[in-house]
């Protein structure tokens, strides 16, 4: 069955500092995966997704990640924080029948000045 | 152009009361999905629809049903709310085809005393 972990529910940086949130996967089949973000009492935002193709995949706001099979990883990184990266973001792999998203726990990133 | 709508954002309802939450999606995508958000939990699938007229369970189904009432609308039901049932709830949408990015509503907040 298809599984992901996030590993750190909170991470912290400070502001112009490397952002790397981690996430790892299990998939019966190769796997597509999606990076989310989400403002405080809002919903869900698109980051990146990775289907096939480069296994380095740009999102918005800066981010990206990186698809590594041997590790069954897709962390995501962002060289230099900002305050306003501060959220919660979400790693998903999709169904095995490829009809829905499974989620991570989340991770919040808090930014200080 | 709207994206998903959800109704209410907010609602109370005490243990024993029904109520129905309302999705709508103006993309014209086949697939439509029903999420929980609890702290600590990320997203966990209820129910989906993958196309008009059809719809499947997720990992936590018990006390809901939904109805996929046309292409654009799918709503969820709680027949006999449970405290176990605070907490906030997203519609999505997506197209039908593996790799496709989910679009998500802004959320309603639901509160079972």
């Known amino acids: 069955a298809q599984s992901v972990t996030q590993l750190g529910s909170h991470v912290s940086v400070s502001e112009g500092a490397l952002v790397l949130l981690r996430c790892n996967y299990s998939?019966?089949?190769?796997?597509?995966l999606f990076w989310y973000v989400q403002y405080p009492n809002q919903g869900l935002q698109l980051l990146l997704k990775?289907?096939?193709?480069?296994?380095l995949v740009k999102g918005i706001n800066g981010f990206e990640a990186e698809f590594k099979k041997s590790e069954t990883s897709f962390h995501l990184t962002k060289p230099s924080a900002h305050m306003s990266d501060a959220a919660e973001y979400f790693c998903?792999?999709?169904?095995?029948?490829?009809?829905?998203?499974?989620f991570g726990k989340g991770t919040t990133l808090s930014v200080s000045s | 152009n709207a994206g998903v709508t959800q109704t209410p954002k907010f609602q109370v309802l005490k243990t024993g009361q029904s109520m129905t939450l309302q999705c709508a999606q103006d993309?014209?995508?086949?697939?439509m999905y029903w999420y929980r958000q609890d702290p600590g939990m990320g997203l966990r699938l209820i129910y989906y629809?993958?196309?008009?007229?059809?719809?499947d369970k997720g990992e936590v189904p018990n006390g809901y049903n939904v109805s996929r009432l046309n292409k654009r609308e799918f709503s969820l039901r709680l027949e006999s709310a449970a405290p176990s049932q605070t907490s906030v709830y997203f519609c999505?949408?997506?197209?039908?085809?593996?790799?496709?990015?989910?679009?998500f509503g802004q959320g309603t907040r639901l509160t079972v005393v």
């Open positions: 998903a792999v999709s169904n095995q029948a490829g009809t829905a998203l499974i």
């Open positions: 629809s993958a196309s008009e007229g059809t719809t």
């Open positions: 999505a949408s997506s197209e039908a085809l593996r790799g496709s990015e989910a679009f």
């Open positions: 990775y289907t096939t193709g480069a296994t």
């Open positions: 993309m014209n995508h086949n697939s």
């Open positions: 998939s019966s089949v190769p796997p597509y």
